[in-house]
């Protein structure tokens, strides 16, 4: 059974570009969350979508945005770039039965 | 309402062993614990739920006071493989997003 994977798993950005990054979720997962995970912050919610519908949203700004298809595969998209948004993007898939998450190995940001 | 974890590290020889501890301002329905090696994506190790009973696998196992908004984990006999930071997350109700603590890191050494 393939995991949930993410790309790409490294990138560099400049201070105001756009970044759009991919999750494909474990096969039959509807739902797929993101957390943007930094040193010391731990893992941060940014949000769910669940049937191609955004079901939970965290406390990030609006440059910060998601979708999911109706193949479940995510993306999101953080626009106008940060120095303060380096960090490791996480992707979740959620288990139907348990209700576990199952994380793919990440995204990896550098804003320069 | 993000959780709040202690301790924020521990250091253990090999077959000590440790509690982390999890505690939340708010009610909850569920916590979930996962482990994070350095390098690698967080992996579940257990579910919680309200009402539930305690859970563990052998060595671990973790507990849930719902009066408290409280869960800890516990680490018994520890192993080098236990190594790595672990998070709580914390679930208000069924269906709302997954909160996680700050986390705990655990070295274990021979």
């Known amino acids: 059974k393939a995991g949930v994977t993410q790309t790409p798993r490294y990138l560099i950005k400049t201070r105001g570009q756009q970044v759009t990054l991919s999750c494909s979720p474990i096969?039959?997962?509807?739902?797929v969350s993101w957390y943007q995970q930094t040193p010391g912050q731990g893992l941060q919610f940014l949000f769910e979508y669940f049937s191609e519908t955004q079901r939970n949203k965290g406390n990030f700004p609006g440059r910060f945005s998601g979708r999911q298809f109706s193949n479940s595969r995510s993306e999101m998209n953080v626009s106008t770039l940060e120095l303060g948004d380096s960090a490791l993007y996480l992707c979740?898939?959620?288990?139907?039965?348990?209700?576990?998450?199952?994380f793919g190995e990440g995204s990896r940001l550098t804003v320069l | 309402q993000q959780p709040v974890q202690s301790p924020q590290a521990v250091i253990l020889r090999e077959g000590e062993d440790a509690v982390i501890n999890c505690s939340s301002s708010k009610a909850l329905y569920s916590v979930h614990w996962y482990r994070q090696k350095h390098g690698e994506a967080p992996v579940f190790l257990m579910i919680?739920?309200?009402?539930?009973e305690q859970k563990g696998h052998e060595k671990i196992s973790a507990s849930f006071n719902e009066k408290k908004q409280q869960s800890s984990l516990y680490l018994t006999a520890s192993q080098l493989s236990y190594s790595g930071t672990y998070f709580c997350?914390?679930?208000?109700?069924?269906?709302?997003?997954?909160?996680f603590g700050k986390g705990t890191t655990l070295s274990v050494s021979s």
């Open positions: 919680l739920l309200k009402g539930g």
């Open positions: 096969s039959g997962h509807r739902s």
């Open positions: 997350g914390t679930e208000p109700q069924a269906g709302t997003a997954l909160i």
């Open positions: 979740a898939s959620q288990g139907i039965i348990t209700g576990e998450l199952f």
